[in-house]
T-cell receptor, first 108, second 113 residues
Framework: DAKTTQPTSMDCAEGRAANLPCNHS???????VYWYRQIHSQGPQYIIH???NNETNEMASLIITEDRKSSTLILPHATLRDTAVYYC?????????FGAGTILRVKS | EPEVTQTPSHQVTQMGQEVILRCVPI?????FYWYRQILGQKVEFLVS????????KSEIFDDQFSVERPDGSNFTLKIRSTKLEDSAMYFC???????????FGQGTRLTVV
């Protein structure tokens, strides 16, 4: 599985967009980009995933660069409840390899 | 909204004892997984299960671990002889297809004393 690089932590003001970057320069052609988050010690929660195209759902948007070597997760209007660890995972198949992720702190 | 259910939420067991962690995946899902997270550390993959057999397992998943889907609804993780280092949060997950989202349960906190 391709390795990902994420910032250790980020802060975001409540109501503003949170943009979380992820580098995955060794991604293979058939590997998907997944984003999950974990609030406190709860089970990881799926956010979004994509292969090549940008994706949007009710939670977030995923922007994947044309060369697929990096991506950005966008939470359009962050709330205090979005404070969590966000994981960017690149994989083909169903095994998820979690890194340390990005600690996102949403502040009022 | 359908969810993955795990029981118990917290289990305390003595070292050397067998423990069974239970999970009810989402009903129409075909792929099942166990992950664990030692306090303060990363979430680690243990095993994936499809079509009534293990499809992939990690180095952590040694002979002390086993999984079973006994009745078409439950998915269990058994640890035969628990060690102190097995203390962790254990997460069950399921997904409907390959290369799709996985839904995680809220976890079972296992404490080995």
């Amino acid at each position: 599985d391709a390795k990902t690089t994420q910032p250790t932590s980020m802060d975001c003001a409540e109501g503003r967009a949170a943009n979380l970057p992820c580098n995955h320069s060794t991604i293979s052609g058939n590997e998907y980009v997944y984003w999950y988050r974990q609030i406190h010690s709860q089970g990881p929660q799926y956010i979004i995933h994509g292969l090549k195209n940008n994706e949007t759902n009710e939670m977030a948007s995923l922007i994947i660069t044309e060369d697929r070597k990096s991506s950005t997760l966008i939470l359009p209007h962050a709330t205090l409840r979005d404070t969590a660890v966000y994981y960017c995972i690149v994989t083909y198949g169903n095994k998820l390899v979690f890194g340390a992720g990005t600690i996102l702190r949403v502040k009022s | 909204e359908p969810e993955v259910t795990q029981t118990p939420s917290h289990q305390v067991t003595q070292m050397g004892q067998e423990v069974i962690l239970r999970c009810v995946p989402i009903s129409n899902h075909l792929y099942f997984y166990w992950y664990r997270q030692i306090l303060g550390q990363k979430v680690e993959f243990l095993v994936s299960f499809y079509n009534n057999e293990i499809s992939e397992k990690s180095e952590i998943f040694d002979d002390q671990f086993s999984v079973e889907r006994p009745d078409g609804s439950n998915f269990t993780l058994k640890i035969r002889s628990t060690k102190l280092e097995d203390s962790a949060m254990y997460f069950c997950a399921s997904s409907p297809l390959t290369n799709t989202e996985a839904f995680f349960g809220q976890g079972t906190r296992l404490t080995v004393v």
